[in-house]
């Protein structure tokens, strides 16, 4: 069964370039290597809380990038492999953290209970905390074929864009916000940039450094990655408010009942969508010099903007 | 003022070796480069929660470890300080985490109150996800002067210290075992080989790899981390019995009040000393091949039984 939105993704860029199927081809390599990454062994129970939220769905947009930009500076999946893995790692273990109930206390994520809700708090906890560490040793265990310092590069900007300069200190901004109504719009940015934006750049700067991207290279990606980011973000603001928790398969309109400021609570809808469609235009913008390769990128940055989960 | 058992680590080690000097001395190295490892920057509250656990005192027995194994092995301090930073990190959060409600729900630590109690226990989570982050990131982006291919290493090891197959497993086998009267000696080791040995071991091993260590010295110097590691924790359940509060910094006696099976539980106080004994002894004679370069290991491992804290 096909969704409209589907349907108008692949009739405006199958001329081009067919992104659904891309986006299926390599969700399915990513969901192969992230479903070979953990085994379960002794104590089973910390292992399969782990596996639980890791291989829970998800559009694998993180690893997917990953993989996009080092195959567009010529290196080539395997490369990232480990890294994108380690992206996907990163990213669930936020989001089993922020389900908690001492953060935003949530029962269901991507159509499932929370990790917390089946393990309890204290195995969730300790599950983020081992994919977390688990992430910098897959990349340092397993990535082949690429320069060493390389591979350290890519480890220092992964730490960076999870630590307090990046994701979590978004997220303390964000806890601090709450339940304030008079949350600024360079606040809203800061939050966004951090929580959201900047493991998203680091997505797709990891997999250019892989390839050995010069710091030229890594500029326009950099941008490309922080306009998509922030254009995520407001897209998911407004699909809180306009889509329903089937299609989201989290709870929706959770915004709203909580009087949280968001894009569309500042601009409203409609500007927000035009404030979305703007950045993944600039976004776009700054992929020409790479021509007919950025492809997949560009349909990607497009994507965003269309979802309708 | 000098306490008994310090006089007593002097008298039996001075005419070889100044253990409380050369403690003190690396102490003060260590604590001035974690001094200066966080800065303060917006948002503040994150970067003063990992702050106020980070310099909260503490034995630095870890990146003591890490430094005096760089250096049997031919390499620098230089070489080996941020790698003992990051050891610290881990440990910090490791120490973060398990302070919270929903795992061990301790109010004190080293003598101050737990950072969930002064910051929260959201901003807690997240000062120990900061932490574990940042100390990968500042491996790879501060380590000098080290071939690169041995970083790799020493993140993969620590990694692997970190996750489930090693801390974090641990840990989850200690939940467990909660309440339980009937824990095995077989369970009570692996929750110390993982919860405490792993990062003491991956301590000891990450400065002798950034110095350039061969499989053989790697070994001699595993088993000798391994035998002070569950040295370490048998003195720390005899001390919970035998020291006071203000003595060890944190509420004694926990472990007796909540039934937990421990080393002197199954063995008593006087054998488990023995035991503790002869794993020192074990550890020391794995680092006869080093000679007299190995005088502070030797001491480190005696003042494991010897301490009172």
Known sequence: MTSSVDQKIVNTTQAAFDLKHYLKERQTLVEAALEQSIAVVYPEKIYESMRYSLLAGGKRL??????????????????????????????????????LPAMDNDDYRRGQLTNHKVYGEDVAILAGDGLLAYAFEFIAAQTQQVQPTRIIQVIAKLGR???????????????????????SLETLNFIHRHKTGALLEASVLCGAVLAGADESVQQHLSRYAQNIGLAFQIVDDVLDITATQEELGKTAGKDLQAQKVTYPSLWGI?????????????????????GELARPLMAIADYITARKH
Chains 1, 2 share one sequence.
Request: hydrophobic share 45%; net charge negative; glycine share 8%.
């Open 62 to 99: 993180r690893p997917i990038l990953c993989l996009a930009t080092c195959e567009l500076v010529g290196g080539t999946i395997e490369m990232a492999m480990p890294t994108a893995c380690a992206l996907e790692m990163i990213h669930t273990m936020s989001l089993i953290h922020d389900d």
């Open 270 to 290: 409609e500007e927000s969508q035009r404030q979305a469609n703007q950045l993944v235009a600039d976004a776009k913008a700054e992929l020409q010099p790479f």
């Open 161 to 183: 864009s999870v630590g307090a300069a990046g994701l979590v200190g978004g997220q303390v901004v964000d806890l601090e916000c709450e339940g304030r109504s008079d949350v």
